[in-house]
């Protein structure tokens, strides 16, 4: 599987490349920067993310897109960047019919280092162990998209099945919830036309 993990930011969005499956060697088919200047009107800052996801998406062909989600932070200025770049990302590869997943900072720190409260320095040393690469990836924007296509490949299709049983049993759920108000009101019905038939 290759995988295109994403780091949104609106004046530096990450880009990782990834191939691999989960229990084997990964390897790095890329990374680096989307850049954007800071004193640019929001929506050109917005255009340059996506042409440069778009870039990355034309180059590298990847099979799945894995964007950090986003959660609240004190700074709203820096969220909703965040968000509106996370929202380029998804819109790019889904454009494209890619499946887009979306994993929180906690899980990628989780799923590279084993602990969800890992700092930025932690995650890069850990990428460059599992990447085999000389030196962690610089800036660390870079570094945490790598982190998030190896999360991906290492939790995707868990999640993705995990998914899929939840959805499986709650349609079985509704379903057997339906047949007894399907048989309470055929039952009503009955009683209905028998009240109607003993009447007359």
Known sequence: ?????????????????VDGTAGRPLTMAGVGVVR?????????????????????????????VAV????????VRTVMGTAQASAV???CASRRGLPVH????????????GSGRADKA??????????RLDAPPKP?????????????????????????ALAAQT??????????TTARTAAARTAAVRNRESAT
């Open 89 to 91: 990302a998804i819109l």
């Open 140 to 164: 660390a924007d870079a570094a945490d998209a790598l982190a998030l296509a190896i999360c991906h490949i290492w939790r995707g299709p868990a999640t993705d099945r995990l998914r899929q």
């Open 68 to 75: 950090e989600r986003v959660f609240s932070q004190h700074n």
């Open 36 to 64: 954007t200047p800071a004193d640019a009107p929001i929506g050109e800052r917005l255009v340059l993310i996506e042409q440069g996801i778009e870039a990355w998406l034309d180059e590298h062909r990847p099979e799945a």
């Open 122 to 131: 932690q995650v890069g040393a850990m990428v460059t162990r599992l990447l």
């Open 102 to 113: 979306l994993h929180t900072p906690s899980e990628v720190k989780a799923a590279v280092t």
């Open 1 to 17: 599987m290759r995988v295109l993990g994403v780091d949104p930011g609106l004046t530096r969005c990450g880009i990782g490349v």
């Open 171 to 180: 349609a079985a759920t509704r379903s057997r919830g339906a047949a007894p």
